[in-house]
């Protein structure tokens, strides 16, 4: 590894290091002393790195040779990326599986990074410690992505993965009955080394289909092959399953992922646009990853509008102006209800403190700064007076929140990544 990267990651959570920055390789053939290139296994952590450390490695550079070169983060070898591709292609026409799903390809920040690296443990170890592993969150988070990649990481090496939903697999299991052939489909389920079900809430109140997939479940498990399923809850959550469903998916490792934070949408935004060749400042996508909801698809579908109005109207800059007209549907306006303890509730939870703290004395940074934005996201969104919100914190009177609400504008006008935050708190407020 470039020594430069080393010393790179004395400065940044381990986390991000062994994702992202231990992924990219030093090119020594095509670097030189004013252009140092280093290659990425794919756009995704390319386009992370470009972002948020491209600056911080080419000042180490500097440091290093007293001038700034030009680094470059590339992804490797196109026509070697394109073999590969086609290959994974005639791999899944039989699985069923994305070929584009991988766990290169998949973001990963604080809300998803234990579902991610509990699923390549267990696509690297068959049935060994997680048998089963049931990730659950809402729609549009990521699972399904996670199950293609647990499965082209397997089928890829010549082992036989079956990708499914639930409602195909209750389909599959109707036709075989009907065609009196349900030898051929135990055969199928259970001889493979891995079994992969989207959605397996949908069994729940199917009482013969869930009778089937318990022996199935009981075979699998019995000679270590490895089942990994996917649901909008966990397990115990489940009404209509089986009691003896429930404790053994409850038997192995329970994953969740949960709805991404601010900087992992920034992130999944900039890859995006990279792979679909979309330009955007970071202005308009910092406001995009505040304004919209989490769900990644509803990100994914976004962009897909705004890549085709960019396209229609010919626009030489995409504006915040622009993005707001062409993307109103998705942008949530000011609910009347909005109240100062809801306000309070969402910010607290962001920063991790308690609501009572907000309302405390206390000068700590991180209280003092989210005091400040409740102040501020009272004035703006609902009708709460100076004298009415210095009262509710105690403060001696509406000149203290007028000054509170100077010092905080002046923030957000210096701090961009603080005017993101913000916006990103108006959007949950307003979808709560």
Do not use: W
């Amino acid at each position: 590894m470039h020594p430069i990267l080393l010393q790179l990651k004395k400065e940044i959570s381990p986390f991000e290091f062994e994702n992202y920055i231990s992924q990219i390789i030093y090119n020594e053939k095509y670097s030189r002393d004013d252009r140092i290139i280093f290659n990425a296994p794919n756009i995704f952590i390319a386009s992370f790195i470009r972002t948020k450390y491209i600056h911080k490695i080419t000042h180490l550079f500097e440091i290093q040779n007293g001038f700034k070169p030009e680094v470059i983060i590339e992804v490797y070898n196109q026509t070697a990326k394109k073999a590969i591709t086609n290959n994974q292609k005639k791999i899944n026409v039989a699985t069923n599986l994305n070929p584009s799903l991988t766990f290169n390809s998949f973001i990963v920040g604080n809300s998803n990074s234990f579902a991610f690296n509990v699923a390549k443990a267990v696509a690297q170890n068959q049935g060994a410690s997680y048998n089963p592993l049931v990730i659950y969150g809402n729609t549009g988070l990521g699972k399904t992505h996670l199950l293609n990649a647990i499965g082209n990481a397997n089928a890829s090496v010549g082992k036989i993965v079956i990708y499914t939903t639930s409602e195909q697999f209750l389909n599959d299991y109707l036709l075989h009955i009907r065609n009196n052939s349900m030898e051929r489909f135990r055969q199928k389920y259970r001889a493979c080394d891995y079994l992969l079900i989207d959605d397996i809430q949908f069994l729940s109140g199917k009482n013969q289909i869930q009778e089937e997939f318990f022996h199935t479940f009981n075979e699998l498990k019995e000679n270590y092959k490895q089942i990994v399923l996917t649901s909008d809850r966990p397990p115990k959550n489940m009404d209509g399953l089986e009691e003896r469903l429930k404790t053994r998916f409850t038997s192995g490792l329970l994953a969740d992922i949960q709805p991404p934070e601010l900087e992992t949408k920034i992130n999944i935004i900039n890859a995006k646009c990279e792979l679909d060749g979309i330009i955007l400042n970071p202005e308009v996508i910092n406001f995009i990853a505040a304004n919209i909801n989490d769900n990644i698809r509803e990100i994914e579908g976004v962009l897909v509008k705004l890549n085709f109005s960019i396209n229609v109207t010919n626009i030489q800059e995409v504006t915040i102006d622009f993005v707001k007209d062409i993307l109103k549907e998705y942008i949530k306006e000011s609910k009347e209800n909005i109240n100062l303890e809801g306000i309070i509730e969402t910010v607290s939870k962001y920063f991790n403190i308690k609501p009572s703290e907000i309302r405390s004395k206390s000068r700590s940074k991180n209280i003092v700064i989210a005091r400040k934005i409740v102040i501020y996201l009272a004035r703006t969104l609902t009708p709460n007076s100076m004298p009415y919100l210095a009262n509710f914190f105690g403060m001696k009177d509406h000149s203290t929140i007028s000054k509170a609400m100077k010092s905080i504008q002046d923030e957000i006008n210096k701090n961009g990544n603080l005017k993101t935050i913000i916006e990103e708190l108006k959007n949950k407020i307003k979808q709560n």
